[in-house]
């Protein structure tokens, strides 16, 4: 299983970033994709995931109103939108895989997410 995350970068402020999450090398018919951060000097958070099947959604308070988070199962694919960017998002930010999607999962407990891509660090500034 590979998970390649992709499009962090530099924003200002009020601005807006797309993060991809592009997963292979596993079949399942219901998984979960989550978006995880870590500011530094801080604990991995977890930011927002979405179901394959039933396309239930999570987001972390925080984030609400200003992230989407969505899906293309055929393209195995899970996007982050991030607008109206804040210098407290700056991070880097992981994707994760759980192949067994459960509630804790869909909450953003990253103990249940089984593989993880490489970060892609996102940097916001005031």
């Known amino acids: 299983v590979q998970l390649q995350a992709s499009g962090g970068g530099l924003a200002q402020a009020g601005g807006s970033l797309r993060l991809s999450c592009a997963a292979s090398?596993?079949?399942?018919?219901?998984?979960?994709i989550g978006w995880f951060r870590q500011a530094p000097g801080k604990e991995r958070e977890g930011v927002s995931c979405?179901?394959?099947?039933?396309?239930?959604?999570y987001y972390q308070d925080s984030v609400k109103g200003r992230f989407t988070i969505s899906r293309d199962n055929a393209k195995n694919t899970v996007y982050l939108q991030m607008n109206s960017l804040k210098p407290e998002d700056t991070a880097v930010y992981y994707c994760?895989?759980?192949?067994?999607?459960?509630?804790?999962?869909?909450?953003?407990?990253?103990?249940?997410?089984?593989?993880w891509g490489q970060g892609t660090l996102v940097t916001v500034s005031s």
């Open positions: 994760a895989l759980d192949t067994t999607p459960n509630l804790a999962a869909m909450l953003g407990f990253e103990n249940e997410y089984d593989y």
């Open positions: 090398g596993f079949a399942l018919d219901d998984y979960a």
């Open positions: 979405i179901r394959s099947g039933s396309g239930s959604i």
